[in-house]
Nanobody, 122 residues
Framework: DVQLQASGGGLVQTGGSLRLSCAVSGFTFEDYAIGWFRQAPGKEREGVLCVSGIGDTYYADSVKGRFTMSEDIAKATVYLQMNSLKPEDTAIYYC????????????????WGQGTLVTVSS
């Protein structure tokens, strides 16, 4: 079974950094795309960043230059490094997976981890 588990959320001040982790199992990175999504109170879930095993990527304009994604294959873990955080980054963050290619659409992803809350104080 494909499983994802996100962690690492917390409270951080504006301008600070935070790294989220997504532990994955049941698939190989080469065959899947891993995406990070977020959902702020009262808003729809939106795509933040995606990287696929075949090399395509997606970055939301709002996070370009601030957020990056990396993976540790040995640990079967994907990381979302968030720098220069802003209050508008406050949301529940989710990691998700789909076969092969990235997508900005949440409906394109089949597998989801539970969310982890990130709060950026002003």
């Amino acid at each position: 079974d494909v499983q994802l588990q996100a962690s690492g959320g917390g409270l951080v001040q504006t301008g600070g950094s935070l790294r989220l982790s997504c532990a994955v199992s049941g698939f190989t990175f080469e065959d899947y795309a891993i995406g990070w999504f977020r959902q702020a109170p009262g808003k729809e879930r939106e795509g933040v960043l995606c990287v696929s095993g075949i090399g395509d990527t997606y970055y939301a304009d709002s996070v370009k230059g601030r957020f990056t994604m990396s993976e540790d294959i040995a640990k079967a873990t994907v990381y979302l490094q968030m720098n220069s955080l802003k209050p508008e980054d406050t949301a529940i963050y989710y990691c998700a997976a789909r076969a092969y290619r990235c997508s900005a659409s949440r409906t394109a992803f089949n597998y989801w981890g539970q969310g982890t809350l990130v709060t950026v104080s002003s």
